[in-house]
């Protein structure tokens, strides 16, 4: 039985708002002939909303590409669960041009990741990192996920985020030194050390 898409789910999503600085970690481009990583990198969206958030990442994405490459991003993949709501197209101003971008709702995608697909069918999936995360920890998955030596996909990027719970103190920051580090991301280096 297929469902019915409402009025709402087939109008293309303008966002009206200014375009934040996304907070994006890409990893290094890759030499011709290396091995792909699970990962090309993390985000660090602040909120849920994917009207509010997608249109700079899809910029950011573009301009992280070769100089000489406009292939724009077309088509992103995300998970149902990571969403406030699901637009199916979402209008991107961006400097150079003004395009349409499709976005498709799953399920079965692992918690966290997104796939921006290019015109010309390259990829690009990343860890999507949750609003709520503390900076501490936020940038020490980004900083993993993004490693040219990373092998981790986003589920054990995830886990290690919530391993450890921390005691803290009545303002809300760690209260014991290993506690501390950990926030700051230490067991989530080791992690890659142990690679």
């Known amino acids: 039985m297929s469902a019915m898409r409402t009025t709402a789910e087939r109008r293309t999503t303008i966002s009206q708002a200014p375009l934040p600085t996304p907070?994006?970690?890409?990893?290094?481009?890759?030499?011709p002939g290396s091995a792909r990583t699970a990962l090309d990198g993390a985000w660090w969206p602040r909120?849920?909303?994917p009207v509010a958030e997608l249109p700079a990442l899809v910029l950011a994405l573009?301009?992280?590409?070769?100089?000489?490459?406009?292939?724009?991003?077309?088509?992103?993949?995300?998970?149902?669960?990571d969403w406030d709501s699901r637009p199916r197209r979402l209008w991107i101003n961006g400097p150079a041009d003004t395009r349409v971008v499709r976005l498709s709702w799953f399920d079965s995608l692992p918690t966290g990741l997104?796939?921006?697909?290019?015109?010309?069918?390259?990829?690009?999936?990343?860890?999507?990192?949750?609003v709520s995360t503390i900076r501490a920890e936020a940038e020490a998955v980004m900083e993993l996920a993004s490693h040219?030596?990373?092998h981790l996909h986003t589920p054990d990027l995830l886990a290690a985020l919530t391993a450890a719970p921390r005691r803290t103190d009545q303002d809300g920051l760690p209260d014991?030194?290993?506690?501390?580090?950990?926030?700051?991301?230490?067991?989530?280096?080791?992690?890659?050390a142990a690679q």
Do not use: K
């Open 47 to 49: 909120t849920a909303d």
């Open 148 to 150: 040219p030596a990373n």
């Open 114 to 130: 997104l796939t921006a697909i290019h015109a010309d069918g390259r990829r690009v999936d990343l860890l999507t990192v949750p």
């Open 62 to 81: 573009q301009d992280h590409g070769p100089i000489d490459d406009h292939c724009p991003i077309t088509h992103i993949l995300l998970r149902v669960g």
């Open 23 to 31: 907070r994006l970690r890409l990893r290094p481009a890759a030499s």
């Open 176 to 192: 014991d030194p290993e506690g501390s580090w950990e926030s700051e991301g230490g067991r989530l280096r080791g992690d890659l």
